[in-house]
C-alpha cells in the first residue's frame, strides 16, 4: 500500500523500518542485550547534550536526538511491543496531570 504524501506514518511504521535496517546492518535485538541497547540510548542523548553544551548547530543536537529515538525504536521492536498504542496511552495520561507535573513547582 502507497502513503499518500499527506499521511503521517506512524510510530510502529518507523519501528519496523528502523528494525530492518538494524537487523540488516547487524545491530542485535536479542533479549539478552535489552540492558546494552538501554545503555546506547543513554549514549545517544548524553551525545546530544555534549553537541548542546560545546554550542554545535542544533541540527547536530537533532541528528543525536534522532539516533536516541532511533535505538528506542529499535528496542521497541525487540521487545515486541506496540509503540503507537504505548505513546496514546501516555499522552492521554500526561494530559491528565497537573500543571508542571513531577517537578518541585509541579509536585
Known amino acids: 500500500m502507497q502513503r499518500s ?3 503521517p506514518e506512524g510510530l510502529n511504521v518507523k519501528m519496523a ?5 538494524c537487523d540488516a546492518k547487524g545491530f542485535s535485538a536479542d533479549p539478552e542485550r535489552i540492558w546494552e541497547m538501554l545503555a546506547l540510548i543513554h549514549t545517544e542523548v548524553s551525545e546530544a547534550t ?3 553544551k560545546k554550542g ?3 541540527k547536530a543536537v537533532g ?5 536516541a529515538i532511533i535505538r528506542i525504536l529499535h528496542l521497541l521492536s525487540a521487545l515486541g511491543l506496540d ?4 505513546y496514546r496511552h501516555k499522552m ?12 518541585v513547582r509541579g509536585g
Open 5 to 7: 504524501k499527506m499521511e
Open 17 to 21: 523500518e528502523v528494525r530492518a535496517m
Open 50 to 52: 555534549d553537541c548542546y
Open 56 to 58: 554545535q548547530p542544533l
Open 63 to 67: 541528528e543525536e536526538l534522532i539516533d
Open 83 to 86: 509503540a503507537e498504542a504505548i
Open 92 to 103: 492521554a495520561v500526561n494530559w491528565e496531570r497537573p500543571y508542571k507535573y513531577n517537578t
